[in-house]
């Protein structure tokens, strides 16, 4: 995307960007993603990426466990549930592109959210579905590459995030 969110403040329920050609907004109505929220997008990213047909699935199956222990390195009550609501973020979130959105080939006018639902069943296990939309964006672009997740962890302030995403 252009106009990645990952730098916003997590107390942000809306940014609206004006280019000569349209805008792009987006909006929450928790708050927009912060920082541990990007991470937790980055690696459910790295888990629905197929090596095999080098595409995106729309459907990604994990645990709070797995998600906590790749992305905060630990795991306990607190953790989980800061999981979970960076789930309902990422639920929440919702893009609209008026004009600015380029396929390639032409601008044009969308709105999709990232996450369309998750479940958790009692036994800890996380069913994700990513957006259609979002999924098909990510697999026929040539303006977005694959963020190593191990890579952008390592990094420790959001600044330095943003700057690797733009970088690669």
Request: aromatic share 16%; charged share 30%.
């Amino acid at each position: 995307l252009e106009y990645p969110i990952w730098t916003l403040s997590d107390k942000t329920k809306e940014l609206i960007i004006e280019k000569e050609k349209g805008t792009y907004k987006i909006m929450s109505a928790l708050s927009l993603p912060a920082d541990n929220d990007i991470l937790i997008h980055y690696f459910l990213l790295s888990k629905a990426f197929d090596k095999k047909k080098q595409k995106y699935e729309k459907q990604i199956i994990t645990t709070r466990y797995e998600i906590a222990m790749n992305v905060f390195n630990t795991r306990n009550n607190f953790i989980y549930e800061r999981i979970i609501y960076g789930l309902s973020k990422w639920t929440a979130v919702f893009v609209e592109f008026k004009g600015v959105f380029y396929d390639g080939e032409k601008y044009s006018n969308r709105g999709f959210h990232f996450i369309e639902s998750y479940k958790m069943d009692d036994d800890g296990k996380l069913e994700i579905m990513l957006n259609s939309q979002y999924v098909e964006h990510l697999n026929n672009t040539t303006y977005y590459q694959q963020i190593d997740f191990n890579k952008i962890k390592k990094l420790r302030r959001a600044v330095s995030k943003r700057l690797y995403e733009i970088l690669i």
